[in-house]
Structure formats: C-alpha cells, structure tokens
C-alpha cells in the first residue's frame, strides 16, 4: 500500500460523533423506541413468524411440524383458492374504480367556495370513522331483500330489487356498492391534493382560453395524477384486504359466492386451525399485492405528473 | 454528511433487528417437534407439578345473560370448597369462544375445564391428545352416571374413555301459532311423539291450507338451510358409526335415496310450494336476531327450546309446541338433533383434583337447577326433568301438561347433533356442505344434482380430515 493510499484512508476514516450528535442519536432511538418495537415485536417479527410457520402443518394448540413446500404445493390443487380469487380481483375491479371516481367527484364538490362547506365536508366524511361490524350490521338491513331501504326504494320506481346478499350474481355488487361507505378517507386525501394546485396555473389555462372542461383535463388530473396514484395504490391494497363485512354479512356464501380471499384465510386459520396453510395463503396475498403494487407504478410511470420533478 | 445512516449501516442495523426479532418469536413460538401430535402446551414445558391450592381457571360462555348463571353456580361451588378459588374467563359462544379456547391452548394456558357449546368439540381436542380421562375419577366419586341421558354419555366417551360429562340438553319440537291455526279451521298439532300419522307429508300439507299471500302469512319458517335438512326422511349423511367415534370417515349422501329427497322437500316448500321461509329472509332476520315466527305471520316451524325465552314474550297471538313429525308414511324413525353441551377438561392442568371437583359440580344436580334450568334449556340429568316443569310453569302458565310432557320427552326421540360431536366436520360442512346446499335453496341445482355434484370434493374432504385419526 503506498503512502498516498494511507494518507487517504485516514482522511476518510471513521470519525468519533460528537457528544452533540450522540445525545441527538440517543434523543432520536429514544423517542422513535416505541414505534421500532411495535414494528420489531407486531409487525416485522409475526411477518417472519408467519413465513416459517408457512413451511409447517401447524394446528396452533399442538407444535407445528416442518413440512417444506406441502403447504404450497396443495395451494395448486385447491379449487377454493381459485374461487377466493375470482371473488376478490371482481371486486377490486369494481370497487376500486368506482370509489376513487366517487371519492374524486366529491372532492371536487367539496372544494367549492359556497356557504357551509364545512359542514359539507364533515358530513361526507362522517361515513369513513364508522367502519367495521356496526357498517356491516347496518348494510344488512339497507340490502334486506324484504324490508330494506333499497329494495322498497326499488320498489317505489317498480323495481323488484334482487335478494342482494343471499343472490349468486348479485353479492359482489352489492359488497361494491357498500365500498362507497369508506368514500371519505380518499375523498380527504384528494381535497388536499386540489387545495394543493397552484391557482396562477388555472388563471394562465384561462387567459389561453381553456374551457372549464379543458381546465379539469390539462391542469387538474396532471396536477392530482400523484394524489390519484397515491389513493389508487391504498384503495388496491385495501380492497385486497376486505375481511370484516364478508365475515359479518354472508360468511363466503350463498354457495361461496363472496368468499373474499381474507375470509378464506381466516378460515384455514381459526376455524380450521390450518395455520401454516393460513400462513401460505398470506404470502401469496402478499405477492400478488406486491405484483398488482409494481404493475401499477410501472404502467402509471408514464400519466403521473411530478411537478419539479426532471423528465427523462 | 459522514455521520448520515448509510446503506451499508441500515442493512446491517436491519439483519440485526431481524435476527432479534426472529430469535424473540423462536421463544414464544411452541417449539417445532418433527412428526409429533404433542400439545403445545405439553411441547413448551414439563407437565406442571401438581399445585392443590392452584386456581381452577373455568372458560365459561357469556351469551345473552348467560354469565349471571355460570356466576351464581361458581359462586356455590366456591363456598361449598373454600380452599379451591376458580378464575372465570368469558367469552362469547360459538366461534369467538373456540377461538379464545384455541389461543389459550396455544399460549401455554389452557383453562381447566371448559364447555365449547355448539362449535368445534371436545373431540377436536381429545383426537390432539389434549384432553384429561375421567374415567378414574368418575369411579372413584362414584359418579352416578345412570342419570345422564343415554346418547349424551355415548357421545361423551373418545375411544373408549370419558371426556366429558354432559351439561344441558336442548331439544326440537314444532312450535305453531295457535291462532293462525284457529283461524284456518285447524285442530292443535298433536303432542304425542308416537303419532305415526303426523308426519312430514301433513306438515307440508298443513303449510299449504296455512299459506296466505294476501295476508302474506307463510305456512312455515324453512324446515332447516342447514345441514339437518338431509336428516328430514329419516336418514343421514354419513354411516352412522360418526357418533361413536366422532370422525366423519364415510359420505353416503349421494347414495340414499331418503336424504336426496329430504333436501328436495326442504327446498320444493321454499321455491315450489312457496309455503316457507327463504334463507334470504331467514339469514337477513337472524343478523339482527330476530324469529320470523315472532311476526305472526309465519304458521309453524321446527324450533329449538332455546326459542322459549323469546316466545313467552309474545303477546299478540297464542303459540302452541308439538311434537316432530315423522319421515313421510313414519316408515323410518325420526331423525333429529338435541343439542347437548359438555364439560371436559385439559390435561397437564395445575390444579387437577380441583378442576375435577369443578367439573363435577358443574354437572351435578345442584348446579344444573341454575345453569341450564333457571337460564331456559332442559338438564343433562333424567332425575331434573319435572324441576325443569316446575321452573318453566312459572313462565308459562297457559302451556299444558301435554305440552310440557312433549318437551320433556323430546330429547329421548331425538340424538346428539354431527357439530357439537364430530372431529372433522366442521371444514366438512363449511367448504362442501353448506355450499352445495346454497345451490339447492338458490334454485340453481335440483338436491339430486347437488349431491352428485359435491360427492368427488366430500370425499376429498373427509380423506383430507382425517389423515392421522384412527
């Protein structure tokens, strides 16, 4: 080694932190110490936990045993699964569209300079603070075939409405419609992106002679294309993930029609108490999310609009 | 910035958060023994050494004021055995209390004596090495066990040796609206359970004269969504070795003709006759725990003891009980369910001798005058039978001697149910059975079909389950 190289190494060598930045450091762990054990001890260590136990025949009150790829290997035989799936992609293609438009609309709406839009605002947001069993347990009476808001509301029109949660063909629709409940959260999210969009942008659209038209498709979806991409890719996730009304509602029924992916998880595991089959299914959950998450970034790459940001 | 976290730094801090966080969840994790059955509970750690003043930690069902009773029971044994103190753990019935079972089994927790009420039973358990013999107690106490009802005790005993003890009895009969039936000109149904001419060809005949759609009065709720309907005719599923042994070893749905067409009676009465309930109507109703025959507009339908509570509330029509009808022409026996509950207790428990002392109060007379009798349903015991009468009088005042003798008969002309009972059954009637039912009740197949459709993925099931049981 030369003397030069030397020389260079003990420039760029490891330096001692000040006392100043160790007490930062320490401030930092300190204070950042709840979260990173709650990420340690409930979400990263159950997330290894469960790739192992997917490996293993593991009835969860006798000791699991290690049974390599057998967990994995019946996935491809189990026609439930195929099912489960089929479920779910149908519901995600309907519900995920139809609440970010719906969540978009809103958020136009409530972005208006009228009289009491804050009362607006929270009223249309109401929805999304109630969620779980109340929402599912209320939904079923909207959807009662018999005595239901909807159907009699149907029926005012001389609509006989179909039997909703207990119809094969009509099950997944209504579990879309019920989606629109959550409209909030999103409907929020995009608020802030359009009170986010610089105003002198509208004014230079209109001093061009952009319609109100124009002005909505050359200045309002570019400049939200992050925020849509944002909630698009939450609302994919989400609807993947949908659990409770299925539970609640119909239990995967009539004739597994709205068994949704969760609740066939949720059955291996606890009613099943196929645990380490549970754990398998949540990883491949896990990587067609994943999949879906990538595929969309990379289809999205080229409308999503990142003011500042240098196009290549 | 040479103090910044670099990448080499992050990826270094994060193998080390992995590698702790995985050897953290090695501790809690029951540890992984090759091609072992072993309890979790057995797998963490030696059996614990007997502790004589250890509590006695009792799961107990909170269910609609369920609690008060299991209390005020305790509560006697407490002060009848002050040196044994016994820590009560509710939880809701059915699913959510298999589950907390299942969590305390897995925790290395495990209660000493637990009742699973309609949900996946105590053979689950004892087929997973996990549940104690009481043989040697019940010899030692000199356990009257003449007193049980025959076919609980059969149901009680796993491969020869008791596990349980049964706790209560809750039994069918049909329960009609007497008003309804005044209206349309029609006598009482019979109470007499050996009436060969009540039978389901006059149940079906009786809804149709009941059916009103003017009025929209329907003759009956639906006769069962469930798997019972197969059972209608007289017949069953599966061979009936499944109650001895409680494993589902044999589908022979598809193979009789009687449970072919029990289904397709069940579902002629819905979507041909029109003269009972939908599953749509019944599944919307009890979301919000309602009986449709509450409304007055349902005529009759095969209901549970349990329903009394509810029932004597009513007060806008007269409503009468009766007798199951017989399989059509009665040329089989009746086959039907009386659900029955059981005590069993855990093996490796710390303080054995007074969980047992627990479990043998629980089912022993003195506690069964306050749960089940004083909550509703019938006593596991033959001796409680009239105390049962005496209780329920008070309630009911205008219901007959007839009427309380056709209750007190019915668990006697019914037998335990396949749920409550049966290792492998619940993945069985989850994944095929119920499914394939749907298909029925939605009009999309004929029960022949459905049958025939669903044998191939029975029959895979029933292998699949029952790997490993003998």
Request: hydrophobic share 45%.
């Given at each position: 080694m030369s003397g030069t190289e030397i020389t260079a190494t003990r420039i760029t060598g490891r330096q001692r932190p000040s006392k100043l930045l160790r007490k930062e450091y320490l401030a930092f762990y300190l204070f950042a110490s709840p979260w990173l054990l709650g990420l340690?001890?409930?979400?990263?260590?159950?997330?290894?936990?469960?790739?192992?136990?997917?490996?293993?025949?593991?009835?969860?009150?006798?000791?699991?045993?290690?049974?390599?790829?057998?967990?994995?290997?019946?996935?491809?035989?189990?026609?439930?699964?195929?099912?489960?799936?089929?479920?779910?992609?149908?519901?995600?293609?309907?519900?995920?569209?139809?609440?970010?438009?719906?969540?978009?609309?809103?958020?136009?709406?409530?972005?208006?300079?009228?009289?009491?839009?804050?009362?607006?605002?929270?009223?249309?947001?109401?929805?999304?603070?109630?969620?779980?069993?109340?929402?599912?347990?209320?939904?079923?009476?909207?959807?009662?075939?018999?005595?239901?808001?909807?159907?009699?509301?149907?029926?005012?029109?001389?609509?006989?409405?179909?039997?909703?949660?207990?119809?094969?063909?009509?099950?997944?629709?209504?579990?879309?419609?019920?989606?629109?409940?959550?409209?909030?959260?999103?409907?929020?999210?995009?608020?802030?992106?359009?009170?986010?969009?610089?105003?002198?942008?509208?004014?230079?659209?209109?001093?061009?002679?952009?319609?109100?038209?124009?002005?909505?498709?050359?200045?309002?979806?570019?400049?939200?294309?992050?925020?849509?991409?944002f909630n698009l890719v939450l609302g994919v996730i989400g609807s993947f993930q949908i659990f409770t009304p299925a539970y609640i509602m119909t239990s995967g029924g009539p004739a597994n029609a709205s068994l949704f992916y969760g609740l066939y998880l949720y059955d291996n595991a606890f009613r099943f108490l196929k645990m380490g089959y549970a754990s398998a299914l949540a990883w491949l959950m896990f990587m067609i999310i994943l999949i879906l998450t990538l595929l969309i970034f990379r289809l999205t790459g080229r409308w999503v609009y990142y003011e500042g940001s240098i196009q290549s | 910035m040479r103090n910044q976290l670099n990448r080499r730094s992050f990826l270094k801090m994060a193998g080390m958060v992995t590698g702790a966080s995985a050897l953290a969840l090695a501790g809690c994790a029951p540890a992984a023994t090759p091609n072992t059955s072993a309890p979790a509970v057995a797998a963490t750690s030696a059996p614990p050494a007997q502790q004589a003043g250890?509590?006695?930690?009792?799961?107990?069902?909170?269910?609609?004021?369920?609690?008060?009773?299991?209390?005020?029971?305790?509560?006697?044994?407490?002060?009848?055995?002050?040196?044994?103190?016994?820590?009560?753990?509710?939880?809701?019935?059915?699913?959510?209390?298999?589950?907390?079972?299942?969590?305390?089994?897995?925790?290395?927790?495990?209660?000493?004596?637990?009742?699973?009420?309609?949900?996946?039973?105590?053979?689950?358990?004892?087929?997973?090495?996990?549940?104690?013999?009481?043989?040697?107690?019940?010899?030692?106490?000199?356990?009257?066990?003449?007193?049980?009802?025959?076919?609980?005790?059969?149901?009680?005993?796993?491969?020869?040796?008791?596990?349980?003890?049964?706790?209560?009895?809750?039994?069918?009969?049909?329960?009609?609206?007497?008003?309804?039936?005044?209206?349309?000109?029609?006598p009482d149904l019979t109470t007499d359970w050996t009436d060969k001419t009540w039978d389901t060809n006059a149940y079906a005949e009786l809804a149709k004269k009941l059916t009103d759609p003017a009025t929209q009065t329907l003759g009956s709720r639906i006769y069962s969504s469930g798997w019972p309907a197969g059972w209608v005719f007289g017949t069953d599923w599966f061979t009936p070795d499944v109650y001895e042994t409680g494993i589902v070893k044999t589908w022979i749905g598809d193979k009789t003709p009687q449970t072919i067409a029990a289904v397709q009676w069940v579902a002629d009465m819905v979507l041909k006759d029109k003269t009972a309930t939908t599953p749509a109507q019944e599944k919307s109703l009890a979301a919000a725990n309602q009986n449709p025959f509450t409304t007055g507009k349902v005529a009759m339908y095969v209901g549970n003891i349990g329903d009394l509570s509810t029932l004597q509330q009513i007060t806008d029509f007269d409503w009468g009980l009766a007798a199951l009808p017989f399989p059509p022409g009665a040329s089989l026996p009746r086959h039907w369910h009386v659900w029955i509950d059981f005590w069993s207790m855990i093996k490796g428990v710390k303080n054995l001798e007074g969980a047992w002392q627990l479990l043998k109060f629980m089912v022993s007379a003195d506690a069964q005058k306050i749960y089940p009798i004083e909550y509703g349903p019938q006593s596991s015991l033959k001796s409680l039978a009239n105390y049962w009468v005496e209780v329920q009088k008070k309630l009911m005042p205008k219901k007959t001697d007839?009427?309380?003798?056709?209750?007190?008969?019915?668990?006697?002309?019914?037998?335990?149910?396949?749920?409550?009972?049966?290792?492998?059954?619940?993945?069985?009637?989850?994944?095929?059975?119920?499914?394939?039912?749907?298909?029925?009740?939605?009009?999309?197949?004929?029960a022949e079909q459905a049958i025939k459709d669903v044998t191939p993925k029975m029959n895979q099931l029933i292998k699949d389950t029952t790997a490993g049981l003998s």
């Open positions: 340690l001890f409930f979400t990263l260590g159950p997330t290894i936990a469960s790739f192992v136990l997917s490996f293993s025949e593991y009835p969860l009150i006798v000791a699991p045993t290690w049974i390599g790829l057998a967990n994995y290997a019946n996935m491809i035989t189990d026609e439930l699964i195929v099912q489960a799936l089929k479920v779910t992609f149908l519901y995600s293609l309907g519900a995920v569209p139809l609440g970010l438009t719906a969540a978009f609309l809103i958020a136009i709406l409530m972005n208006q300079g009228i009289h009491g839009i804050r009362v607006f605002r929270t009223v249309y947001y109401l929805p999304a603070i109630i969620s779980g069993v109340p929402v599912a347990l209320v939904w079923m009476w909207v959807l009662n075939p018999d005595f239901g808001v909807l159907n009699s509301a149907l029926r005012t029109i001389g609509i006989q409405g179909p039997a909703w949660l207990f119809n094969r063909e009509w099950v997944i629709p209504a579990f879309i419609m019920m989606s629109l409940w959550n409209v909030g959260a999103p409907m929020v999210i995009f608020l802030a992106g359009l009170q986010g969009i610089p105003q002198h942008l509208y004014e230079a659209a209109e001093i061009d002679g952009a319609t109100t038209i124009e002005r909505f498709f050359y200045v309002t979806i570019p400049m939200m294309s992050p925020v849509i991409l | 250890a509590p006695v930690p009792a799961l107990l069902r909170s269910d609609a004021g369920e609690k008060d009773y299991f209390e005020k029971a305790i509560s006697l044994f407490e002060s009848r055995n002050p040196t044994i103190k016994v820590t009560r753990v509710y939880s809701p019935g059915q699913e959510p209390y298999t589950t907390k079972l299942d969590l305390m089994i897995a925790g290395g927790d495990p209660p000493a004596i637990y009742a699973p009420f309609s949900a996946r039973g105590y053979r689950y358990y004892a087929s997973k090495g996990l549940s104690q013999p009481l043989d040697d107690f019940i010899n030692r106490d000199k356990v009257d066990m003449s007193d049980f009802f025959e076919d609980a005790l059969k149901g009680c005993k796993y491969k020869g040796q008791y596990m349980a003890l049964p706790l209560d009895a809750w039994p069918h009969l049909v329960i009609f609206n007497r008003d309804l039936f005044k209206k349309a000109g029609l007839q009427e309380f003798q056709t209750m007190i008969d019915a668990p006697k002309n019914e037998q335990i149910d396949l749920e409550n009972w049966t290792i492998n059954f619940s993945p069985i009637q989850t994944q095929a059975m119920q499914p394939m039912l749907d298909t029925v009740w939605l009009g999309e197949k004929t």
